[in-house]
Every structure is written in C-alpha cells, then in structure tokens.
C-alpha cells in the first residue's frame, strides 16, 4: 500500500521547479508509504509522476516505483494491491514477457504493453489507484479500482492538472487555489462525507470508481472518464435484470468464492492480521482466515469505557473460538481529546462519521504489530445487513397500507415527544414478556420513525433514513447524483435492491472506504476487504433477493456461511456498529475543544451559521442528546476550516 502524487503543467518548468513540486506533493503523504519514494521526472513536458511505499510484495529494490515497462513507453505508479496478479503473470509469460521480479506493479507494467490500459485494469482483481505517464502518445492516465476501495483525486487549474492520493497533495501543488464547494458542504452535512465525484473544493474532483482518465492538454478542461467496470452493469446483469441463481447454488458458490478470495488477500511479505469486532462480517473473514492460513491469525479490536458501546467481550469469546492471537485495546475518553485534535491531519476532507476516531486508534495499534489487516467492510452494503434495508422491505409496505392523514399525525406525535419519555417507554416495553426486543438509542430510532411515517414516498423515505439531522443554518440539498440515479434508473427493481445499489454507488466508496484508508495509511497499515472483491460483489447479485432477509435476519447468505464456523450464541444480538460514546465524550473530555472551535470569532468566516451552530450546542449541553451527530459534523467541518482554510 502506498501513494500517489503528481502534476503535469503546460509549458513545462526547470529541472528544480519539478523536484521541489514533487516533493512537497509526495512528502505530504509520506505516511502513507514511510519505506521507500520516487519520482520520474521529464521538466521539459512539464510531467511528475511521485510515489511513496509501504513495501507489502516484493521487498527488494525490484519493486521500486515509479516502474516503468519492459519496452519503455509507460511510467506507472500504482498504489494498492493486484490480488490475481500470479495468474495474469502466467498469461503474460506465455505471451513472452519475461519478469525481473515478484511485484504486482511489474505485472501491470507488463499488462500494459501486451494489453493496454484499459484491458489490463479490466483483468485485474484488487484495489487500486494508478497513474501512468505515456510516452509515446504523451497523454496522463488515472485510474481508480472498481467499488474505490482506492483513493484519486485530481484537479485542473490554470494549465496545472494535479492528482493524489489525497487531497492534501493538490493542495501542495504551486499554484492551486482551491474555493470552498458550497453544494458539497451542504450534502456533507447531511450526509457525514463528500459524495462523489465531488470535493470539497470546487476546483478538483474524485475519481469515479470503475473508471479511467486520459489527459492529454492539461490546459483544457478535464475530459470526462471513462468506465472499465459498471456497478450498475453488475446489478443489471443479475437481479435488477431478472438473471439469479438458486438459492443453494448460489450458497455454494459463496462459499468457495470467498475462501478463494480470503486466499488471495493473505499473500504478504509482512506480517499479516485482521481487525475483529465479534459482528458478522468480520468474525467471518477471521473463519476464512483460519481455514485457509498455514499461520496463526493475529486480531485486534477496541475496548470502549462505556457497556453500551463496547462489543469486546463478544469479539473477545469469537477470538477463543477460533483460536486466534487475540489484542483488546483499550480508548477511553481522555485518549480520544488527545487524538481528536489530528484526525484532520487524517481527513483533509471534511468528514464527520464518528467512528474515524476508533478506527484510526485500531490501526495504529495493530500497525506496532502487523503491516497489513483484513477487514470485514463491505458486507452490510451487500448483503443487506443495515436496519434501513429491513425497513425497506418490511416496514414501508406496511406503512402504505395505513391512510396518509393517520400517518402524518402518528410522524407528528413521535418526533413531538421527549427523548426521555420515549426511552423510558421503551424501557418499560422490553421489560415485560411482550417479544420486544431491547435496543440502543431507542429515541433516536422513534423519531426517525416519525419522520418516515410523514414521508411521501419511497424516495424522500430513503433520504430520510441515510441522512442526520442537518448542520443548523445549512441550507437544503439534493441527494448526489449516484444515489438519484439508482432510484430513477432502475426500472421495476425492489426498494430493497434500490437501496443497496445507492448505498454500494455512494455510502461504500464516499463514507465506509474514505474512513477505512485514511485511518489505516495514516498509520502506516495497509487495510485490505475481502468482501468487496469485484468477484464477490458480482455474486452478490446473483442472490434471490428474499434469500438477504430470510428467516427475519440480515445477511443471511453470510450468517449460513459464518454458523459452519462459529456457533450462532456468539453471534446473535443486536446490531451494534461501530460507534464511539459521543454524547459522554461531548459533555466530559472533547468539550473544552469544542468550545473553543465554537467561539464566535474562531467561526468567522464559515458557511455555517454560527449563531445556529452555538444554539445546537447549548441545547446539547442542556440535555438533548438527539443533537451529538449534528454537533460533531459542525465540529468536524470547523476543525478542517482551522487547518486546511487558514
């Protein structure tokens, strides 16, 4: 795992206005890849190609980068990993290529020759985010792995065209003036994170996933991309187009996809381990790893000072299993006010899911222990593992079948009543023999209810369920255009399927991997998710979409898989996720710096309301912890405005 940095300007520059650009583009991301850099260089083209590595696969100076092809005409440097790249290495062989070394970017580069850009990404499995430099026809190519587990960024200005793995690296570049995306802050407030291909500046872009760039003038406005991999292809080639398979057939298949897929994923030349929450998804790609390991597996995960939040006992009884080198890691409130203060070093967007916090103290523990993790990410999104998908399916037909005038007045009483009142009756509710079962933030729940029951339609009830409650004094939205276009375009599909599509087309690329890459490659990690292998998600729509929720259960495909190796009371309980005690932590450790943050003169300046914003947190602090979400995406945008908007 590494990063990638670069530029190409028009006219060119000198020898040292090249090397001093570069550098401080790459230097900037050095802990995404503390063990090696390099740079090509042609200043008369005015083209810098920069890399950093974390060295995973072949460790000798034969896996150096920037690596060019075996004719020479392509500079390529690649950050990520090619999990099949033994099998395209043998097709290459067979076509005469003879290879130096073992790395995966040698096979690219090879690829590149005998099968051109887009064919060669169109055969690789994995993750990554590639630039490559043609000589010949003296174009730039940047290229983003199929679902963006993998990161680009790219930017034009001024005859700069500038890319990185992080925004931080364009904003190096001499000469780029980035304005704040005023649509973009507003869909971050709602949202948690940036929706793609937007950035928060309204002079550079993300990269699509499944897609490719070609510049070739970069004084012109940049081209758009190209796509090598459609998710919407996949999903219309299997459910959304009728195409399925047997319930049992496609069990099978799952099964021996996913060892196979495990397999690929555990080839390092470091140590390797995996991070376990005691949940579903991961506690079944740590029972992949043992089945398929020949070495011990190592796992780690976080142990919360409050019982609500903490889940490592489960991941703790999981562990002893399956037999695994088990760590728990303690975070307490205190630690989070000591490293609340760097996560925009970490997130040079604004991004305000709470989880970042533990998911960058985990992989900077683990990082004293291992170089590369396994991560369970991807399974909710893909096999409907998330209460909206049940509400989808279940709880909004029955919705339409109450009058509309009942409805409304219904919303209107529970997002009326008090969150006291609510969760004292629920309390009461899951204490008698009733089958109610016992759930956290049970307030929050009712009233997002109450809002649903109002909505007018499918549409507008899915916004409602991925949104918060908006950022006080930002202005409406509409929804990114991927999620738009996931219910406008997918002709007589289920709810349920429209859902996942969104999610997979938006929330997986935008929220659940901008989260998982920026806090493993500020530590120095490389996080790798089996479940979202390109194979995997196409199987995934192969499923009857009844077979998801059978039985009343999420992600039934992967609990069938996962009970062959851990038994079911180890498992079932409510879905927790991976939330962090925000409401304590707000009132106790992390409010002095929100205080500051919040002072008048310290949000000067800012889109956000700060009149607005100080209510929000004075109410917050009386009591109404409805309003946490809101206040830390106010504090997250506040806190990158201090850093990166000087």
Same mark, same amino acid.
């Given at each position: 795992m590494c990063g990638i940095a670069g530029f190409w300007r028009a006219g060119g520059m000198t020898a040292d206005e090249a090397q001093e650009t570069l550098h401080a583009m790459t230097s900037c991301i050095a802990h995404r890849g503390p063990d090696d850099d390099g740079a090509f260089i042609d200043h008369e083209a005015g083209v810098g190609l920069g890399f950093r590595r974390l060295a995973i696969i072949d460790l000798t100076p034969l896996g150096h980068q920037p690596m060019q092809s075996p004719a020479g005409r392509y500079w390529l440097t690649f950050n990520g990993e090619i999990y099949n790249h033994h099998a395209l290495r043998r097709e290459l062989q067979a076509a005469g290529v003879q290879f130096r070394g073992?790395?995966?970017?040698?096979?690219?580069?090879?690829?590149?020759?005998?099968?051109?850009?887009?064919?060669?990404?169109?055969?690789?499995?994995?993750?990554?985010g590639v630039a490559i430099w043609d000589t010949q026809d003296r174009s730039l190519t940047l290229v983003r792995d199929r679902i963006g587990i993998k990161p680009v960024h790219v930017a034009q200005q001024n005859g700069l065209v500038a890319y990185g793995s992080e925004l931080k690296s364009i904003m190096a570049a001499p000469g780029f003036r980035g304005t704040m995306n005023e649509a973009a802050i507003a869909s971050y407030s709602a949202l948690l994170y940036v929706p793609g291909p937007a950035t928060v500046f309204n002079e550079a872009r993300k990269l699509p996933p499944g897609s490719l760039l070609t510049i070739r003038n970069p004084n012109a406005p940049l081209p758009e991309p190209e796509y090598y991999w459609s998710l919407r292809g996949v999903a219309q080639a299997g459910r959304l187009g009728g195409h399925v398979v047997p319930d049992a057939e496609a069990q099978d298949a799952l099964e021996?996809?996913?060892l196979r897929v495990t397999e690929e994923h555990l080839e390092s030349d470091v140590p390797l381990g995996a991070f376990l929450s005691g949940g579903i998804d991961s506690s079944l790609v740590v029972g992949l790893m043992t089945r398929v390991s020949r070495n011990p597996v190592r796992t780690f995960t976080i142990a919360f000072?409050?019982?609500?939040?903490?889940?490592?006992?489960?991941?703790?009884?999981?562990?002893?299993?399956?037999?695994?080198?088990?760590?728990?890691?303690?975070?307490?409130?205190?630690?989070?006010?000591?490293?609340?203060?760097?996560?925009?070093e970490s997130y040079d967007e604004p991004f305000a899911d709470s989880s970042q916090l533990p998911s960058l103290l985990v992989c900077r523990a683990a990082r004293r222990h291992v170089t590369v993790v396994l991560t369970g990410d991807g399974g909710d999104e893909l096999f409907a593992g998330y209460n909206r998908y049940r509400y989808g399916a279940q709880l909004f037909p029955r919705l339409d079948r109450v009058p509309s005038a009942l409805r409304a007045s219904g919303g209107a009483l529970l997002r009326g009543l008090p969150a006291g009142m609510?969760?004292?009756?629920?309390?009461?509710?899951?204490?008698l023999p009733l089958g109610v079962p016992r759930e956290r933030l049970v307030a929050d729940k009712l009233r997002k209810l109450g809002r649903l029951m109002s909505a007018v339609n499918d549409d507008a009830r899915y916004r409602l369920l991925v949104e918060t409650e908006r950022v006080a004094g930002v202005g409406d939205t509409s929804m990114p255009e991927a999620i738009a276009q996931a219910f406008s375009q997918s002709g007589n599909a289920t709810l349920l399927d429209r859902m996942l599509l969104a999610d997979q087309l938006s929330y997986l690329p935008?929220?659940?991997? *901008?989260?998982?890459? +920026?806090?493993s490659m500020a530590a120095s990690l490389e996080a790798r998710v089996p !479940?979202?292998?390109?194979?995997?998600?196409?199987?995934?729509?192969r499923f009857p979409v009844a077979s998801l929720l059978a039985d009343g259960q999420s992600k039934a495909p992967l609990r069938r898989l996962l009970y062959t190796m851990v038994p079911r009371n180890l498992i079932?309980?409510?879905?927790?996720?991976?939330?962090?005690?925000?409401?304590?932590?707000?009132?106790?450790?992390?409010?002095?710096?929100?205080?500051?943050?919040?002072?008048?003169?310290?949000?000067?300046?800012?889109?956000?309301?700060?009149?607005?914003?100080?209510?929000?947190? *004075?109410?917050?602090? +009386?009591?109404?912890?409805?309003?946490?979400?809101?206040?830390?995406?106010? !504090?997250?945008f506040e806190s990158w405005r201090a850093r990166w908007m000087p």
């Open positions: 073992r790395s995966d970017t040698e096979v690219l580069c090879a690829g590149l020759e005998v099968w051109g850009i887009r064919e060669t990404f169109a055969r690789a499995a994995g993750m990554f021996s996809l996913l000072d409050s019982d609500e939040h903490d889940e490592s006992a489960h991941a703790e009884a999981v562990a002893r299993h399956l037999k695994t080198d088990h760590q728990t890691i303690p975070l307490r409130g205190t630690t989070a006010l000591d490293e609340v203060k760097g996560l925009v609510l969760n004292a009756a629920y309390r009461a509710a899951s204490a935008d929220n659940q991997m *901008t989260k998982v890459d +920026r806090a !479940l979202l292998d390109h194979r995997v998600i196409e199987h995934s729509w079932e309980r409510p879905k927790t996720g991976f939330s962090v005690p925000l409401v304590a932590w707000l009132r106790g450790p992390l409010r002095p710096w929100a205080e500051e943050l919040f002072q008048p003169s310290a949000m000067e300046g800012s889109p956000l309301n700060g009149a607005a914003v100080r209510e929000t947190w *004075t109410q917050f602090q +009386r009591g109404h912890d409805g309003y946490a979400a809101s206040v830390w995406t106010s !504090l997250m």
